[in-house]
């Protein structure tokens, strides 16, 4: 073996703190679009046409390794998966060829050539190659064939087009996964999947996961479940060049909010316009281990070690996290112009576990240079890591409540000691009422004693007459049609299910639908929002005419009702805080605290005056100018934050504690935020405190992402359910572990905060499910469509049964 003289350049070549270009080599013939092999300590690639070259990427002082053998022009290598020992697999139009590295490098060192075992000959052109989990069988995709080489070759057929990428389930090791340019993938020997979309060029197989995930050449990622009962449902389509936008427009809001000397200068950033570039080829995906950068505050969260995994494609290098499907890191190679590839023709990375270096193996798309870059993780990820980190915020309180707090008006009030009883004149102290008996029955003139007269209660028994809506029992419940519905909500004590309707009208059910339901008549619009209170007695509605009206549950009457004098805009959601302290409201771009006194006391003389009454206490406004179209608080137990959505695609959250805005989440989705849900438990679960900083958002038409309070990030995200027009609601289990949504497809969906696709799908509706809700005593979930509104309870399986022992959540 001769020794390579005059191609090789090694050395630091720093460009920056976060990539180091470690080696760069001159070949003779162009080597873009070839399959790259990237190991631990080892990558190979092919040099001059027919030659195939192993560098030490563990100890650069090493040799490289030229292995000769092949004919024609090496266009596929790869690594076994075998430590010791280490095996290599290249082929060309002419050979198949299995090389020990070991057994290589002894004969180099005895001045003997290597010669490697010869698995297959004139197979055709192969575009890619890969190795079985125990080394035993080769994967050769050549033309629409793949050709499986063992003790005996075998072809698989099937695909249209060439095969691109091909990949060995690493549960099932007998189970081979496919992708090609004809759109399609196919699992050896279960049903194949097709999806419109580019040609497939790269596929990675996730066993934490178990998700698929196939690269396209116009930039798009599919993921795909691999768990045996999904049946390869799609999981989410990811768009690169969004993601990356994105990405890019976050990082500069983060170094804008940083002090001047804070901030890090761009390495030969582009200017704004300067990017031409159409769209992000996918050349390899690769595992990536993120764990110890982005180890979550939050021990109790399923994502905490989610994968994630590189996306290698001609303009750089992208980190995906798989629960959340956002972008951890990017590196773009026009951003460091010392390096030599500016453009790859293809691509190949690796990251030990628990290592805070990358290696990645570059070629030039336009000549023969190839590159071996050393890229730090830990500057990669750091644009990302801090956009919410160190605010403190927990739904829980840390502190008493401050003395100049909104929130202290309330203990002023509890702390007041009541006014001295007026003394009575002494006449009237001689004069003691005495009883006056009638023998006889006395009838009334009638004005001593006004006859007790319910006024403008609803008459629930009147008949259909074709404008206003039926109710009938069905086998599922009650169904009430002829109408639209908003929002369901049950009781704390889960004996009660309240519903608002878009005829002006709210219903409460008994919790399992039997009987007649009680109806609260008096909005002038459709009722947008219904609350109970913490002690089940009172129940809150928002309507679009604007007045938040409070009705008593026992007499089915209203016992207050806020005008609109008190706003400056119409009211769009309200609900009770603070222990039935406060009412919260949503005015505009405002957020309203009103202090209310309910008083369900009659008086005689005037007992069409209403005696409850309500004031405002604190204003605050929103970051934005925009509406606020969601809000959400903790009623259940003291806590001082409140979260809000605004049609600027924000999410913010106050502290009224501190009576201030405490932090602001810019572009949680790509559209406006029409609901946000809290984990708020329930009285007969425990959960660890650190869950209920969990809360959800959704979107329409993009999907349903989960965050943490303390970290202001994305944790994962679900968007296996339909939701592209109408705006869908979301409900937490009480155990805090589930996830439900409403869907356009006439279901209503199920996660498991633990993964990103739905655990069951649930069927009844004839229409689009509005709203949802978990029932907090029994492992029920409530479902209610729109075109008819009816009502569903379905009865989760046993595996949804959570209770509470010693403390602790238990699935059973």
């Known amino acids: 073996m001769e020794e390579p003289q005059g191609f090789f350049s090694t050395g630091d070549g720093c460009v920056g703190d976060t990539v180091t270009e470690r080696c760069l080599v001159e070949s003779k013939e162009p080597v873009s679009h070839v399959q790259l092999a990237c190991g631990l300590w080892f990558c190979a690639f092919p040099l001059d046409g027919n030659e195939l070259c192993v560098w030490s990427t563990k100890d650069p002082s090493y040799q490289p390794l030229i292995l000769r053998g092949h004919r024609q022009p090496i266009t596929a290598v790869t690594f076994g998966n075998t430590v010791s020992p280490l095996l290599i697999c290249s082929a060309s139009q002419d050979y198949v060829m299995l090389w020990s590295l070991d057994e290589c490098r002894q004969k180099v060192l005895l001045g003997l050539t290597p010669r490697g075992l010869v698995l297959g000959t004139l197979l055709g052109k192969a575009l890619y190659l890969r190795l079985s989990p125990d080394d035993r069988a080769a994967a050769v995709c050549a033309g629409n064939k793949i050709f499986m080489l063992d003790t005996e070759v075998a072809v698989l057929e ?40 580019s040609p497939l060029l790269s596929l990675l197989v996730d066993e934490k996961s178990k998700q698929l995930v196939a690269g396209c050449a116009d930039g798009q990622l599919w993921v795909f479940s691999l768990v045996e009962r999904h049946h390869y449902r799609c999981v989410t389509r990811v768009d690169l060049k969004k993601k990356r936008e994105t990405f890019s427009r976050r990082v500069e809001s983060r170094l804008c909010s940083l002090p001047e000397e804070n901030r890090r200068p761009r390495a030969h950033g582009l200017e704004k316009g300067e990017d031409m570039e159409g769209s992000l080829p996918v050349l390899s995906l690769a595992p990536c281990d993120l764990s110890l950068l982005l180890s979550s505050e939050c021990g109790c969260l399923p994502s905490e070690s989610a994968p994630c995994l590189w996306v290698g494609s001609s303009a750089g290098l992208l980190i995906l996290n798989l629960a959340n499907f956002e972008l951890e890191g990017v590196l773009r190679y026009k951003d460091f112009r010392s390096l030599s590839i500016q453009v790859a023709g293809s691509c190949a990375m690796m990251s030990k576990a628990g290592e805070q270096k990358a290696i990645c193996l570059l070629t030039s798309v336009f000549g023969g240079q190839i590159a071996v870059l050393e890229i730090r993780l830990a500057a990669l990820v750091r644009s990302r890591q801090g956009l919410g980190a160190g605010r403190s915020l927990s739904v829980l309180p840390r502190g008493c409540v401050l003395s100049t707090s909104p929130l202290h008006f309330r203990i002023a009030e509890e702390h007041r000691t009541p006014p001295a009883p007026q003394r009575q004149s002494a006449v009237r102290s001689t004069v003691q009422d005495q009883p006056l008996v009638f023998h006889s029955k006395v009838r009334s003139s009638g004005y001593a004693t006004a006859p007790h007269v319910t006024m403008f209660s609803p008459k629930t028994n009147t008949r259909n007459n074709g404008d206003s809506p039926s109710r009938r029992r069905s086998s599922h419940g009650w169904c009430v049609t002829n109408l639209h519905l908003s929002y369901s909500f049950y009781a704390g004590d889960g004996r009660w299910l309240a519903c608002g309707l878009a005829n002006h009208l709210s219903l409460v059910f008994r919790a399992d639908l039997t009987g007649t339901p009680a109806v609260f008549s008096g909005h002038d619009g459709a009722v947008s929002t219904v609350c109970w209170s913490h002690d089940g007695r009172w129940l809150l509605s928002a309507s679009l005419d604007g007045t938040p009206r409070v009705w008593s549950l026992r007499r089915a009457e209203l016992v207050l009702c806020v005008g609109r004098d008190l706003f400056p805009k119409p009211i769009q959601s309200a609900q009770f805080y603070y222990l039935d302290a406060f009412i919260l409201c949503s005015s505009g771009p405002e957020l309203q605290l009103l202090k209310c006194h309910i008083d369900t006391s009659k008086d005689e003389i005037r007992r069409y005056k209403q005696k409850s009454r309500c004031r405002p206490v604190f204003r605050l406004p929103t970051a934005g100018p925009t ?142 499910v509005a709203g949802v809700a978990f029932s907090p005593s029994a492992p029920q979930v409530r479902s209610a469509r729109v075109g008819g509104a009816r009502l569903l309870l379905t009865r989760l399986p046993a595996s949804f049964l959570c209770w509470p022992v010693f403390g602790e959540t238990l699935e059973r």
């Open 627 to 768: 509406e606020i179209t969601s809000l959400s608080a903790v009623n259940d137990f003291y806590s001082y934050l409140v979260l809000t959505a605004g049609r600027d695609k924000t999410v913010e959250v106050f502290d009224l504690n501190a009576g201030r805005s405490a932090a602001v989440i810019a572009e949680a989705h790509s559209r406006p935020v029409h609901q946000i849900c809290q984990n708020k438990g329930s009285s007969f679960t425990t959960q660890q405190y650190q869950v209920y900083n969990l809360f959800a958002t959704t979107a329409t038409g993009d999907g349903i992402k989960l965050w943490d309070l303390r970290t202001l990030r994305c944790e994962r995200r679900f968007e296996g359910h339909p939701n592209h027009g109408y705006p869908c609601g979301i409900a937490f289990s009480p155990c805090g572990r589930y996830v439900a949504s409403g869907a356009e497809d006439r279901h209503a969906y199920v996660y498991e905060l633990g993964s990103s696709t739905f655990s069951h799908r649930l069927a009844g509706h004839t229409d689009t």
């Open 158 to 197: 099937g695909h249209r087009g060439p095969v691109t990428a091909a990949e060995f389930c690493p549960w099932q090791t007998h189970i081979i996964i496919s992708v090609s340019e004809d759109r399609s993938f196919k699992v050896r020997a279960w049903a194949p999947g097709y999806f419109r979309s």
